[in-house]
């Protein structure tokens, strides 16, 4: 087992960064992950596991263990099988915060599997759920796999979950998940927050854009957005045409995590793209308005 901080620092008169990693690798046993194709087994068993997390960061990726090939039980090809993977992070009492697909090729054989790219902002230190399903796995592609874990439940910062889901509205639901005693192998990578010594504030260490939650939404959404240094800042929506259909932002902004709200009333429904610039920095992201 590995439970460790990682740390890389760099002094100046007010500032410092660092990175932070979470793994918990204890392998000892492995449970059923996915769908379920013999005949009165039907089912999709999804998987979660809570983290405390003690520091302000940028969550950057995280990762869960699998023993194997994505594979059907009942009548095994023996080769494996492209599938989606769709993770949720959630706060202590199951609010989804920021969801997340990973795209697995047929080739993945077994070992870890990591979104990446995830650029969240946990700016209040605590304990989070991250839950992940196989998306079409109850009906449309019940191919299964093993989670890795410990079964003598070793990692004290949290709890694994599991439930049987039928879709993925079903997996989006918390109240009915069941808690293991086992804890499931995982690996979580972020970047700690800035402190500012004189303000006592956490302070972004780089800049990013989240995806909107929710997504889709109908007819309001809400975007988070972090600033590392002081910038003159736009974030605008734009239709797939290219045409500006809103402007949320167009100011100058210090460092530091920010909110707005999209209020998309009087467009239709359709994907939209929204545009974060600051200083060089510019980052785009799609959202679906469906009424």
Known sequence: MKIFLLLLISFSSLTLSQSYEILF?????????????????????????S??????????????????????????????????????????IGTVLHTQDLVLADTFSGGWAAWKSIHYNINQPGKFIFSHHLVGGYDSLQVNNGIVADF??????????????????????????????????????????????????????????????????????????AVGSL????????????????????EEKSSGVYDVNFDAAGLSSGMYLYKLQAGSFTETKKMVLLR
Request: no cysteine.
């Open 25 to 49: 690798d204890v392998n000892n046993a492995s449970g059923w992950y996915g769908g379920d194709d013999r005949p009165g087994n039907q089912r999709n068993v999804a998987d979660a596991q």
């Open 51 to 92: 983290v405390t997390i003690d520091q302000p960061i940028t969550l950057e990726s995280f990762a869960v263990r699998f023993s194997g090939k994505f594979d059907f039980a009942q009548n095994p090809t023996g080769t494996g099988h492209e599938v989606t993977l769709r993770l949720r992070i959630r706060d202590s």
């Open 231 to 250: 910038q003159f800042v736009t974030l605008k929506v734009y239709d797939l045409l290219g045409n500006e259909v809103a402007t949320l932002v167009n």
């Open 152 to 225: 003598n439940g070793g990692y004290v910062g949290g709890e694994r979950y599991a439930k049987y889901v039928v879709n993925d509205s079903d997996a989006v639901l918390w109240g009915d998940w069941s808690m293991s005693p086992w804890d499931a192998n995982f690996h979580l990578i972020g970047t700690l927050l800035t402190t500012d010594v004189k303000e006592n504030k956490y302070l972004p260490a780089q800049f990013s854009l989240d995806q909107n939650y929710p997504n889709p939404f109908n007819p309001t959404t809400s975007i988070q957005y």
